[in-house]
C-alpha cells in the first residue's frame, strides 16, 4: 500500500490577506476547495469578489468557457464546519491568536473525516500547542506559506513526534504539486526564517532606541546591504498587532523572556496609539500625509562611522543567527541561503553577505 | 517581447483604471494617475499580482513574476501613473526589465 495519499480537496478556513492568498494560488490547480467563513455576510463579500474575479479573468483571456465552469464546480464557499468533510487537508489561517485556533481545532475536530490532515498555516504557534490530542486524532502540522504566495517559493512544513510519515510524504508531494520548495522543521525548531529575520528586527529596534538614526535610515541601511523591505517598513505592511502577537509567542517559546524586548517595546508603543500600520494608515511611517512618508524622526547625521559600525552589527546578528541555525543541524546552509533568498526576495542570502564581507 | 505603439499607452492605462473602479469599487472620475493605490483606495498587493498577470496574458509577455517583485521592491510602485509607467517598461523590456537598476 503506498505511504503517500493524493490531496483532491482543501479546506481553507480564514478569509483574511494570507487565507485569500491561499485560495487564489491555489485556484489553477484544480483542487476541490472548501473556503471556510467566518459568517454568511463575509462569505457573500467573498463570493462577490470571487464571481468578479471569474467575470475579468474570462473577459482578458486568462481562462476559457469550460475552465470557468469546472472552477465554478469545483469551489464552495461556506460558513458551515460541515462542509470541510470531504477535505483531505484543512489549512487554517484565521487571526494568530493561539486561544482562537485552540477553539477553532476543537470545533473541526468533530466534523473531519479521520484522514483530514489538518494545518495550520501560524507564523509563530506551534501545531502541538493548538489541540487536544484526546480530541482530535488526525494528524496536526504547520503549513506556513509566505505572502504574496505567489512570489515566495517556500513552504515551512512543521513536524512533531506525532506526525506519520505517510502523512509528511503525503504533505511534502502536496508542495511538489503546488510548486513550492518545502523546509521541514520538527516543532523544536520551528519557524526558522522569522526567527532568523527577528534578530536583525530586535537589533534594529534597540539601535533606533540609541536615538541616533531614524527608522527610515534604519531601513534604508538594512535595504542596501542586507536584504529589501528593511524592517520597519515590514512591520508596517504586516500590520504591527500582528507582529506583536507573533513576536510574544516567539518568547515564550524561548528560554530568554527578555530576548525580544526591544522590538516588543517598540510595537506595543505603536498598538497602544492605534498606529498599526499600512491597514491603519500609520505606524512606523505615515501612510495619510504626502508629506510625511519619510519616516516619523527627524533626521540626523551621525557621521558614517557610527554608520558603519551600526551596519556592522546588523550585518553580525543576521549572520550569526543564520550560522547558529546551519551549527545545529535545523538547515542545511544550502537551503536557508535560498529560503532565506525568498522570504526576503533578496539576491544575497546570509552566507552570500558573510563571505562577501569577511564576516 | 511586444511592440508598442502610440495606443499602448492608453490601452494599459484603460486596463488600469477598469481593473480598480471594479476591484476597489471606486468611480472612474475618482482615479487619476496621481491616485495612490493604497492609501486612497484600498488596493493591495494580491490586486497588483492579478493586474500584471492580466498584461502577461494580453501581450503574451515572457516575464517571470519573481523577476517583477525584484524590480518592485528596487523601484516601489505607489501611484496609478506609476504602475503604468512600469507596466510600459515590463511591455517593453519583459525579463530584462531587472537591468533597469
Redesign the interface.
Known sequence: MPLNRKIKSIGIIGSG?LG??IF?YLLPFNFYLVWKCIDADECERIESTFQ??LT?QLK???IGDLALEKIKKSVVITSSNNDLFPCDLIIECIWENKLQKQNLFHEIADVVNKRCIIASNSSSINPSELVDETKILNDVIGLHFF??I??K?IVEILKNEQTTTETMITIVDFCSIIQKKPLILNEKHSFILNKLFLEVQNEACKIYAEGELSYKQIDELINTNLF??GVFSFFDQVGIDIMLESVKNYTEQSEDKNKYQSIINELENKCSKNMLG?KT?SGFYN??DDTDKEGMVSENDPGNNYVQGILLRLKTVYIEKARQIVDEGICSEALLEFAAKEYM?A?EGPFTIARKFNI | MAKINDNTRNEVKQTVYD?FT??CEVDASALNENTNI??DIDG???MF??LI??FK??YNLNIE??TI??YV??HPVETIGQLIDMTMLIIEHENNIIAFD
Do not use: A
Open positions: 490577506k485569500t492568498d487564489y468578479k474575479k475579468r482578458c483571456g486568462i505572502y504574496p505567489m512570489l517559493n529589501p523591505g499600512l494608515r501612510y495619510s526576495n539576491d | 481593473f471594479e476591484e493604497i492609501s493591495d498587493s494580491l499580482l492579478e498577470e492580466i496574458k494580453k513574476l519573481k517583485g525584484k521592491v528596487k
